[in-house]
Each structure stands twice: as structure tokens, then as C-alpha cells.
């Protein structure tokens, strides 16, 4: 995300400070180009550019967004190590005007109740970031890469209709939640929330508060952030995975929510907070600003893979140098995920499984 304090006070100096804004165009800023790969590897960053990374399986294809601030678009593949070289197809061009005619970002792809849905964050065309709220799209195409796209319309809590961005979807105990980033409207900090759904579009009962920046590894800002949540389930757990700090500075890394996989998300004590970054840079790897992550099964359905954004090279900001990188990670001992620490870029990995 391109998040700013929305302090007015300090908007415009960390612009200034930070060469941050909203692309004009969809041309990518230039970043590194990845080298081509082996029958049996693939080498990261997966393309030159791809910020908040999202992948969605369904029926043996992988369907990847990314955001690019002007529209929606949508990669299909088989195989998530031939991304670079898949074509992108547009979903969704917004108006040119109006409450979400700018600035989006994160979408996310989800099949629910037997249609499409893209969740995405977007505002008023602009350098003004104050308006930014979720919005969302639906298509009744078995493909989404075909069909029509539908407006939805923002979903928002009534009670609590305030700056809010990132949106995902968990399901647990037969009820479905959205979880995103937003304010509380006293401030300008970003904290995790979660409220109940009644259908794809729609929030029903109370905003609840799950997270917001705590430790110092989550304060390196301003903005202080907390961001970017996404579910991830295993065994008997559910984790909430999210990124934390500010997405300019190097420090963006990721935090993890923990709760019972049969617990009530709506409570607070329900989950556990990490007190130390699960996945954080590493200048050795080329791996700045690592966050804003999605997850995804190998084609052969035996590997666990993350996939997330990260700069290859110090103090790039949170502009399109971001590039989407993937690497497979494995399992504690007591069910918790271990993610390791970022693989380097231009070096060859093993394809996931099957491909």
C-alpha cells in the first residue's frame, strides 16, 4: 500500500520526503528483471514489478492480482513459476470519476456462495489519500478472467464508516468475517478489524478491533501500521498474518495473529499476538520491505508457499519497485508456521510441486 499519515501536517513533507504518489500510468517504475529459469527452478522476483501480491487456486489454475493503482488485472496460470511469463487480463477500468475513481490497490480475487468476487481498496482519484475505503466486485463467469464485473458498491461497517483498505475474507465455524486496515477515526494508525459478513458485499454487527501497532518492530513510521491481513489455516490453528510499520521504510515486515481454528474471531482474547516478526528483511537476500503477503498450495498440493512484495535494494519507498517474490515454508513442531527468511534474489529455487 501507498499509506500516508493523514495527519495534514505531516501529508505533505513524507511526500516530498518519500517521492510517494499515485501512478499515472501502469508502466512499472524499473526494478530488477528476473533471469530466466530451468526446466527445475525459477528464480525471484517472479516479475519487475507487483506490488501486494494476491494468488487464488481453483480447479488446477492459479489466478494472481497485483496492485496498479489505475485498474484491476488479472494473471491465470497453471504454474506459478511461469508467471513472468503469463499476459494479464483487465478486469476492471473504474470511472473517471467519483468515491472510487483512483488509487487502487490490493485487490483480492475469492470464489463465494458460486461466483467472483474482487475485493479491492480506492478513492477519489488524486494525491489526496484520506478517502480510501473497500469496494467490491462480483462476476457469475465460471473464468474470471471472462464474464462481466458487477459494482458492488464500498462495504463498510455503518457504525464505524472510517479510512479503510486491505480487505480479506475468513471463514470458521459455518460464518463467514471481512478482516482489513483501517482507523479508528481519532487518529491516523492502522489497526486490524473484523466484522461479521451477511453476504459477499455486505458487513453486519459490530467492528471489532483485533490489532494495532504495539511493539517497536510495528512502529517504524509514521503512519504506524498494522496492514495487509490474510488468513492462513493448518491443523487445528487458524493465523492471521499481517504486515507491520510503514511500507516506505525497509523495516515492513510481518506479525501473526494466532486463535483456535473452532474459537469465535470476534473475540479479542480469541487471538494470540506474536511479539516478534514471523518474515522481516534481509539485505543478504536483496529483501527490503518484505510484507503484504498471500499464501498458496503446490500443484501437487504437498507444499506450502508464501508469496509477498519486497524492494531489492535499500530505501526504495513504497512505490511500484516493489516486486512479488515467492518461496516455499514449512511447519513447527507446534503447528505454527515457519517462513524462514527471504530467499535471495537472481538465484535458482526448485519449482513448487508438479510444476
Not at 15 to 35: D, I, N, Y
Not at 301 to 324: F, Q, T
Request: proline letters at 11%; hydrophobic letters at 35%; glycine letters at 10%.
Amino acid at each position: 500500500m501507498i499509506n500516508l499519515n493523514l495527519n495534514p501536517g505531516r501529508l505533505l513533507p513524507a511526500l516530498l520526503l518519500l517521492g510517494l504518489g499515485c501512478t499515472s500510468g501502469e508502466a512499472p517504475a524499473s526494478g530488477p528483471t528476473p533471469p530466466p529459469a530451468t526446466a527445475s527452478t525459477f528464480t525471484n522476483p517472479l516479475l519487475p514489478s507487483g506490488p501486494d501480491p494476491w494468488v487464488y487456486q481453483k480447479d488446477g489454475f492459479y489466478y494472481y492480482l497485483h496492485t496498479t493503482n489505475t485498474s484491476l488485472r488479472i494473471w491465470k496460470t497453471a504454474k506459478m513459476s511461469d508467471l513472468g511469463q503469463t499476459s494479464s487480463v483487465q478486469a476492471w477500468a473504474p470511472p473517471p470519476s467519483g468515491p472510487a475513481s483512483g488509487n487502487l490497490w490490493a485487490p483480492e480475487l475469492h470464489f463465494l456462495d458460486g461466483k467472483w468476487y474482487i475485493y479491492y481498496s480506492a478513492g477519489p482519484a488524486g494525491p489526496d489519500l484520506g478517502q480510501q475505503r473497500t469496494w467490491v466486485l462480483e462476476n457469475p463467469a465460471a473464468d474470471p478472467t471472462t464474464g462481466t464485473w458487477t459494482d458492488k458498491g464500498r462495504l463498510f461497517s455503518p457504525a464505524a464508516d472510517f479510512w479503510a483498505i486491505d480487505g480479506t475474507v475468513l471463514e470458521q465455524n459455518g460464518r463467514r468475517y471481512f478482516i482489513w486496515s483501517g482507523h479508528n477515526g481519532q487518529d491516523g494508525v492502522q489497526r486490524i478489524y473484523i466484522s461479521e459478513m451477511s453476504n459477499p458485499w455486505t458487513l453486519t454487527g459490530p467492528r471489532v478491533e483485533l490489532s494495532h501497532p504495539e511493539y517497536s518492530w510495528e512502529n517504524v513510521g509514521p503512519p504506524f501500521v498494522n496492514e495487509g491481513p490474510e488468513i492462513l489455516k493448518h491443523g487445528d490453528k487458524t493465523f492471521l498474518v499481517y504486515s507491520a510499520s510503514f511500507c516506505g521504510t525497509d523495516q515492513y515486515a510481518l506479525g501473526m495473529l494466532t486463535a483456535a481454528a473452532t474459537a469465535d474471531p470476534l473475540r479479542p482474547a480469541s487471538w494470540t499476538k506474536s511479539a516478534k516478526p514471523v518474515f522481516a528483511q534481509s539485505p543478504a537476500a536483496r529483501a527490503y520491505a518484505t510484507g503484504h503477503n498471500s499464501f498458496f498450495k503446490s500443484k501437487d498440493g504437498l507444499e506450502d508457499w508464501i508469496i509477498y512484495h519486497a524492494n531489492s535494494n535499500p530505501n526504495e519507498g513504497c512505490v511500484e519497485k516493489r516486486n512479488p517474490r515467492m518461496q516455499k515454508f514449512t511447519w513447527n513442531p507446534d503447528g505454527t508456521p515457519n517462513f524462514g527468511v527471504p530467499a535471495p534474489i537472481n538465484t535458482a529455487l526448485p519449482k513448487p510441486g508438479g510444476e
